[in-house]
Antibody, heavy 118, light 108 residues
Framework: QVQLVQSGAEVKKPGASVKVSCKASGYTFTSYDINWVRQATGQGLEWMGWMNPNSGNTGYAQKFQGRVTMTRNTSISTAYMELSSLRSEDTAVYYC???????????WGQGTLVTVSS | SYVLTQPPSVSVAPGQTARITCGGNNIGSKSVHWYQQKPGQAPVLVVYDDSDRPSGIPERFSGSNSGNTATLTISRVEAGDEADYYCQVWDSSSDHQVFGTGTKVTVL
């Protein structure tokens, strides 16, 4: 079955960067775009962007342009999301999810809590 | 940018039917997906492509989409259905995912 295992919780200071990993199994990693979504405590789901694991092509939400970088290592079926210039408002749970052929996010990682605090 | 609007909350008695709407400009022309999220858990896809259910999702969950409104219907509501629900579309014009504002379903 499809499984996405994300890296553990992080605590960062304002201005720092964080890199979250997402290891996929149970399907062909290069067949589906990986999307990243975040959720601040008590808030809704916020889409950050996508990455095509086959080509490495990416598309980012305008809000995160210039601060987010999505990459992958196909040899270990792992996607990465790096967010820089962190501020307190970036404190959230970050999720990865492959996009199905209808645009749906079929399975989700367990989430990674990133806390930004001085 | 494309906007999806949901009611903040819906309350329903056990055994009754809950309907959650998702409004967007000409949303009927798009493929709509629905997610259930319980506290402390990742979202789970419950309906995709307007009205299809992933394997393992009860038939009590159904969806429809027409005009400017998509609807998730939960029949014979159970206590375990209490959760937040989000609609979502892929906006091909911008190549972006768009999520609805979310609806908290409370089972009375």
């Amino acid at each position: 079955q499809v499984q996405l295992v994300q890296s553990g919780a992080e605590v960062k200071k304002p201005g720092a960067s964080v890199k979250v990993s997402c290891k996929a199994s149970g399907y062909t990693f290069t067949s589906y775009d990986i999307n990243w979504v975040r959720q601040a405590t008590g808030q809704g789901l916020e889409w950050m962007g996508w990455m095509n694991p086959n080509s490495g092509n990416t598309g980012y939400a305008q809000k995160f342009q210039g601060r987010v970088t999505m990459t992958r290592n196909t040899s270990i079926s792992t996607a990465y999301m790096e967010l820089s210039s962190l501020r307190s408002e970036d404190t959230a749970v970050y999720y990865c999810a492959p996009r199905g052929r209808f645009g749906d996010l079929t399975s989700w990682g367990q989430g990674t809590l990133v806390t930004v605090s001085s | 940018s494309y906007v999806l609007t949901q009611p903040p909350s819906v309350s329903v008695a056990p055994g009754q039917t809950a309907r959650i709407t998702c409004g967007g400009n000409n949303i009927g022309s798009k493929s709509v997906h629905w997610y259930q999220q319980k506290p402390g858990q990742a979202p789970v896809l419950v309906v995709y492509d307007d009205s299809d259910r992933p394997s393992g999702i009860p038939e009590r969950f159904s969806g429809s989409n027409s005009g400017n409104t998509a609807t998730l219907t939960i029949s014979r509501v159970e206590a375990g259905d209490e959760a937040d629900y989000y609609c979502q579309v892929w906006d091909s014009s911008s190549d972006h995912q768009v999520f609805g504002t979310g609806t908290k379903v409370t089972v009375l």
